[in-house]
């Protein structure tokens, strides 16, 4: 019985994440279109993005990877034009990488920011030592087990998380003894959770 409760809440959680992953979408594709919907995304989203790069203390000389690009790679932007370091921001949907590729080319940035088509449950993660989840990520455990088996000690990583969802299906996961919560930010619909790899 508890297996079985535990394997709905994760299926709510990604449902939850599936459903933002086309609502930013479509917001992004708005956005990318239209400076004033750029605007309007960017007045909500950037002040959230400066308190994790902040928080997660990303520096020049870190590895940086976004898992969750989207079709607008606003955070991987920020990252990078703040800190100077180089992010390398991933994303399973080859039509938002289509669109993200096109935006930083555009924005004269491919040096710096690096769109790459893949899979955060299978993504080779050995040289990274700050990362990202973006919230339309999932199925976020898959994610997480990839983070918990292949990450080095004291990476630092920096989740999205809905009503707290990240702490639960670390729960579920039995992966509370992979990571160390070192902070957490409210923000006005989520929460940001700095893990730290122990």
Known sequence: MKEKKSKTSIFL??????????????????ALKSKFFYNILMGWRKPVFLKEIKMSKVTEND???????????S?????????????????????????????????GISDKVIIKFADGIDFPLSKYNVIFIAINVWPIEGVLNN??????????????????DIIKVLEKENLRDSFKLESKIQNPQTQSFLLIKK
């Open 63 to 73: 590895f940086v990877l976004f898992i969750g690009a989207g079709i607008l790679p």
């Open 147 to 164: 983070l918990s088996k292949n990450l080095k000690k004291g990476t630092r990583v920096m989740c999205k998380s809905y009503e707290e």
């Open 13 to 30: 959680t990604n449902w939850k994440r599936k459903f933002s992953c086309y609502k930013y979408s479509f917001l992004e594709f708005l």
């Open 75 to 107: 955070e991987s932007i920020l990252i990078s034009e703040i800190t100077n370091a180089k992010v390398v921001s991933i994303d399973n949907n080859k039509i938002a990488c289509g669109h993200a590729k096109k935006y930083v080319k555009k924005r």
